[in-house]
């Protein structure tokens, strides 16, 4: 099982980006997902999160501003962020826990991380 984010890049102040992150590989069934992220010289936190039925949860940082979904389908996540702000930068995770088709358990997974810079 993997996790592949995409969509990071640099943006102004104010502007705005999407960020996508596909599970692949033996996937049977994708419980929580969720966008942390990572800031140097800070601990990760989590952004966002979706549970089935699509409930879903928010950094109060980030609280208006973004926006998480998935696609059931595809077994994707997503992250709209809009009027991002400097404080903003970080290098962005996709997390999921997962049962693969060869498990009974859910297991975590983490994804490559995608850089997100907003300059001022």
């Known amino acids: 099982v993997q996790l592949q984010a995409s969509g990071g890049g640099t943006v102004q102040a104010g502007g705005s980006l999407r960020l996508s992150c596909t599970a692949s590989?033996?996937?049977?069934?994708?419980?929580?997902m969720s966008w942390f992220r990572q800031a140097p010289g800070k601990q990760r936190e989590r952004v966002a999160l979706?549970?089935?039925?699509?409930?879903?949860d928010y950094a109060d940082s980030v609280k208006g501003r973004f926006t998480i979904s998935r696609d059931y389908d595809k077994d994707m996540v997503y992250l709209q962020m809009n009027n991002l702000k400097p404080e903003d930068t970080a290098v962005y995770y996709c997390?999921?826990?997962?049962?693969?088709?060869?498990?009974?358990?859910?297991?975590?997974?983490w994804g490559r991380g995608t850089l997100v810079t907003v300059s001022s």
């Open positions: 590989g033996s996937v049977l069934i994708i419980d929580t």
């Open positions: 979706i549970r089935s039925a699509d409930v879903t």
């Open positions: 997390n999921a826990d997962i049962r693969p088709t060869y498990s009974d358990d859910d297991y975590n997974y």
